[in-house]
DNA sequence: GTAGGGTTAG
């Protein structure tokens, strides 16, 4: 096929005037010649060569259809420019129905869909043209694109009106409109009244079900597909299916889908086998993915991402790795995938340090998805600092704050201690979703603000924003920490009746929590008996916690029992039973626990207390002598132990009676707790009034408790401890917890 | 004398 080079000059056809021989005159020659010519373009440049001829030899004015072509490439093309074509549409004298339907066409795939809404009034009001069946489809593509499902059902009526509902093109638009819109109740009906259903009708339903969390019906709608005879499944029927397989790790129909796909020559484009490539390894069939990946012939950069993410489910973290440093190109896409993989797999420092690394790159932007892993593993470790250059480049680069952002931010700020921020970020926005919301009500829960959280919770409702399950586990949080049973129990009750939220088992543990916390333990263990569902390891730890705070042996080794019949090797369950035993005297129960526990090699997680000084975090572990200050932080212990004892400090001896050999006598010695540890180091490493903050890995202990409340009033200092469920803000001797944790 | 709907990863 002839394709233009740019240097190449174009032979156009002359005005009448200056026509040489061989160029054709009759209007009707021009057009066609002109029609050629466009169809051949390659880029811009060429297109606006030809318009310039067209305006001069007035052929733009004179002939409707090599305008019009004119203007269907330069608003659809692949070089199309869309502010182009609408100089192009407004220099055509009138506009024909084929010419207004291209408008609305690309004004549905652009930028901003819902301008095809208002070139379809123009079109209504300036021309004698009415909608016609190609109308429609774009029409409800803008619709799907702006998901608004009142368009859509308006667009319906008007195309019934217009009889052309029944059009299959419409129905089929219709259909991903309405699952684009979440109304998969209509999207189903229209199905079902398509007389004749083609394959893209079938697709759109099965696309639909899986893109909507369905992708059992996608499955099963597949099945009654390939056993009506007339309609033959295509390649982007076996994506959708494929991805359906994805969804619900079914790999052995991932397999007959792959061969289905041979056996019946369905055309594999790379899309098709990026999907087959994505149903392996989602699947966890890293070898069939290798295999593939070897096999394919083209690669882009899905290709590679969705190899390293394979490998990032496994946690191979090497081989992810090297999946990202053999990409040709790395793109942002692939950068994230690492990150999220660390992220979300309890491994933020590794992804902090990928995100460094990133940071070094030229030529890569990052995005809204880079930022929020981001944030979400700096509130995973608390690095405030980093959370805060994030904020500022988010800022800078004036980045959308969309409603992901938006909640990572609350979080980040939350975690890290700072909640005078993190409301901050809340108040500047001026939209929420649920996300948000639950976020904000998650913050004020883990710092004890438990009316405030309520509140929240009451205004977004008020805001028409409806809860979910995540915003009733923090609601449930914030009255456990404020010991707010009633509403708790109250909100418990009306979470089916009235919210239509099923309570899951965490729900059940936040409530085994707050009536446990409380003293309510024989409330909490009739609680239990009457789940409907079986308890899990999390219901059985909550009422154990209680157990511990009330000092009742009986019902804490049956809550023990029970939860390590169901995870057996849970060493915090052992060594909260250990302290219990330890508090009530049944030191042969100690041991023999103890001795357990030595057997089975099941180790106590160490204490482990972090800060952060100047971007970089310090981590603590009891008695530690790894540190490079570590000296200058115990010779600042002696002093502030000294000085807390000219002031009446006591030691809390009951923590040191839970010491139960020589070598824990090490690691328990009250002294050496991480907690102390860290808070020194804040204390030489800052000058006040700089709060210190401390993210420690279990519960604060009772000691450090009362140790960090004095030193906050001797030394002046704010002090900030988030340990494993909250956070506790010591200031003028006082805690905010109240010491109720 | 032009055309239209459905496609994977984060």
Redesign the pocket.
Known sequence: MASFSTSQPLSLPRHPTFSNPKQPTTN?ER??HT?SLIDRCSNLRQLKQIHAQMVRTGLLFD????A??LF?ISALSPFASLDYACKVFDQIPQP????W??LI?AHA?GPDPARSILVFLDMVSDSQFGP???T???LI?AA?EVSSSSLGRSLHGMAIKSS?GC???????LI?CYFSCGDLDSACKVFTTIQEK????W??MI?GF??KGSPDKALELFKKMESEEDVKA????M??VL?AC?KTQNLEFGKRVCRYIEENRVSV????A??ML?MYTKCGSIEDAKRLFDAMEERD??TW??ML?GYAILEDYEAAREVLNSMPKKD??AW??LI?AYEQNGKPNEALLVFHELQLQKNIKL?Q?TLV?TLSACAQVGALELGRWIHSYIKKHGIRLNFYVTSALIHMYSKCGDLEKAREVFSSVEKRDVFVWSAMIGGLAMHGCGNEALDMFYKMQEANVKPNGVTFTNVFCACSHSGLVDEAESLFRDMESSYGIVPEDKHYACIVDVLGRSGYLEKAVKFIEAMPIPPSASVWGALLGACKIHANLSLAEMACTRLLELEPRNDGAHVLLSNIYAKSGKWESVSELRKHMRVTGLKKEPGCSSIEIDGTIHEFLSGDNEHPMCEKVYGKLNEVMERLKENGYEPEMSQVLQIIDEEEMKEQSLNLHSEKLAICYGLISTEAPKAIRVIKNLRVCGDCHSVAKLISQLYDREIIVRDRYRFHHFRNGQCSCNDFW
Do not use: C, E, M, W
Not at 198 to 201: A, G, I, K, Y
Not at 234 to 237: A, K, L, N
């Open positions: 009707n057009s066609r029609i002939d409707p259809y090599s019009s072509k269907a024909n129905s084929f010419t339907n291209t066409r795939s016609n069946k190609y429609f489809p774009f593509k799907s052309v059009d299959v093109f419409v129905a089929n638009s991903h083609d394959v893209v009708s697709n759109s696309t899986v893109q295509s390649h982007v029927t994506v959708g991805s994805a484009n790379l899309t098709l990026n999907a994505d950069n899905v991402t969705t993410d942002i896409v994230n995938a999220s995005n998805i892993s």
